[in-house]
Every structure is written in structure tokens, then in C-alpha cells.
């Protein structure tokens, strides 16, 4: 009897050291799970991009630079060829009325005072000046050689086309580049400001007051690309003519 309650309790006692063993094994099991589940996994890390470029935005100035003979003529060939389809687009009455090539003959060499409203002298003559000096600005002129260039585009314009209707002006003559160039140094000042706000609205009334800077000829429009890399930033500018 003894034999069998020693040998029942070794039984016992080795049940209960199987038992505390599996338990502690189970355990440790569950655990590495843990372990393996809350250890963040370490991606391979990017290529780190050391300079990038954004997105490229323009800045409008005039660059003033010399030309040669043959620009100067290309230019004012170019406006000039341009009166002969404004003048009887805008006056087309006047042209109708008056515009003859019997009055060309002998309104040829003619200078006169003319007695129109001053609406035309101090108002449109103004601002058609105002519109060559923008133009010849936009072509890269300085603004002393834009006046010179608006004054021969201005002569030419009322010797050899406005006498197919009426002989040629004195007041045009020094109104039209003289007080067109003062009104087109206001226009361009203004016009800078209002197209480098970066507002639309700016953008819109800048290039409606001065035309020149929407067309292909305008030498004055800046490329400007930041550009940012690690422990530098930068400015690249681009012009082209």
C-alpha cells in the first residue's frame, strides 16, 4: 500500500512537471509571435533626390540691346506695312470720303496745322505713339532709341500714307511719338507691375494696355526655374531673342 501511493505521487508529480513544461513552452511560442509581430519591417531606403526643379514662371522686363542696320529696317518696315491696313481699317469713312490717289499726288510733300478735334490730336495720336514706343521696346530697343524710332515711323506714316486722304500735320508730327512715347513710359511701368503681381486679373489689364508683350517679338519675357536641392537653393533664368 505505501509502494502504491509512493509510486501514485511520483506519477503525480511528474504529470504536473509535463504540464508546467508545455505551459512555459506555449507561452514562449506566443510570445516570439508577439515579438515577431510588433517588430516594424525596415523597407530599403530611397535614392534621396538631391535637386529637383519646379514648376517654371515667367518675369516681364525689357532688355535693351543693339541692332543692326538691317533690324532697324526690318522693324520699321514692318510697321509701316502695318499703317497701310490699320489707317483704312480704323478710318474707313475718311478713306471712303476723301481718299483718292489724285489727293495723294497733291497732298505728296504738303505740310499743314491741322484743324482736327482735339480728341484726335491729345487723345488717339497719343496713344497710337504710346503703342509704337511698346513695340519698339518690346523689340529690344533702349528708350531714347524707341522715341527715334517711333518719330521715323510717325513721319513715315504722315508723308507716304495719310496724304491718300489729307496733306501731312505738324501737330502729329511731334504729338503722336513725342507725346505717345511719355504715355508709353507710363504704360510700360504700369504694365510690368500689373503682369508680375502673378494675379490674372493683373495679368489681363497688363496685356491689354500693352499689346506688345502677348506676341512672339517681345524680347523682354524671363524664364524664371527655382530650383531647390540639399543645402542649396537656386534661381535659373532664360531669356531668349
Do not use: C
Not at 513544461?21 to 516570439?32: H, I, P, R, V, Y
Amino acid at each position: 500500500m505505501a509502494k502504491t501511493i509512493k509510486i501514485f505521487l511520483i506519477l503525480t508529480l511528474m504529470s504536473s512537471l509535463s504540464f508546467a513544461n508545455n505551459a512555459n513552452s506555449d507561452s514562449f511560442s506566443l510570445g516570439g509571435l508577439e515579438n515577431l509581430k510588433s517588430q516594424p519591417t525596415e523597407l530599403p531606403a530611397l535614392p534621396k533626390k538631391v535637386q529637383y526643379q519646379r514648376k517654371s514662371n515667367y518675369y516681364y522686363t525689357y532688355i535693351d540691346r543693339e541692332h543692326t542696320f538691317e533690324e532697324n529696317i526690318n522693324n520699321l518696315a514692318a510697321i509701316y506695312a502695318v499703317t497701310w491696313v490699320v489707317y483704312p481699317l480704323t478710318q474707313p469713312s475718311t478713306v471712303k470720303e476723301k481718299g483718292s490717289l489724285e489727293n495723294y499726288r497733291k497732298n505728296f510733300g504738303q505740310l499743314v496745322f491741322d484743324k482736327d478735334e482735339p480728341f484726335w490730336n491729345w487723345f488717339v495720336h497719343p496713344i497710337s505713339g504710346s503703342q509704337l514706343f511698346l513695340f519698339y521696346r518690346a523689340r529690344g530697343y533702349s528708350r531714347s532709341d524707341a522715341l527715334t524710332m517711333s518719330f521715323i515711323s510717325s513721319t513715315l506714316f504722315e508723308f507716304t500714307v495719310e496724304i491718300y486722304t489729307e496733306p501731312a500735320s505738324v501737330q502729329d508730327l511731334y504729338q503722336t511719338p513725342v507725346l505717345g512715347s511719355v504715355l508709353g513710359l507710363g504704360l510700360e511701368k504700369l504694365s510690368l507691375y500689373l503682369l508680375n503681381t502673378g494675379n490674372v486679373l493683373g495679368k489681363i489689364i497688363g496685356h491689354a494696355i500693352n499689346p506688345s508683350t502677348l506676341f512672339w517679338f517681345y524680347e523682354g519675357k524671363v524664364k524664371l526655374i527655382p530650383q531647390v536641392g540639399k543645402d542649396k537653393a537656386g534661381l535659373n533664368v532664360h531669356i531668349d531673342w
